[in-house]
């Protein structure tokens, strides 16, 4: 008995279309925008000018970022993880030096109490 084998060969025409989503136009941008309300309306919270220099750092704005970093630290100047931000955008940057002294920052005020 000979048996056959059938193979098939899926082509494009046999692949189901895949509908593909149009881009969504500039999240960042938006969430920037967010978050400049944000301040408008409560200028005295540092979160708003922390998310917002995230974004711009993500964005290689390294100057916008540090200038929000700035902001959010002469608003609570005990969020020391705001001093590795500011390390994280100056060596993204290659301000080496500054980057130094803000990670020195952060890990003075990060260690635990004795």
Known sequence: ML???LMITATSSMMPRVRQKK???NDHERAIAEYTKSIEVNPGAPDPFINRGLLHAQRRQFER???DYDKALALAPSLEFVHYNKALAYDNSGSAKEATA????????AKPAQ
């Not at 803000?102 to 005020?109: G, T």
């Open 102 to 109: 803000e990670y020195r920052i952060f890990l003075e005020r």
């Open 3 to 5: 048996v056959a084998k």
């Open 23 to 25: 881009p969504v136009v």
């Open 65 to 67: 970022a540090l200038a």
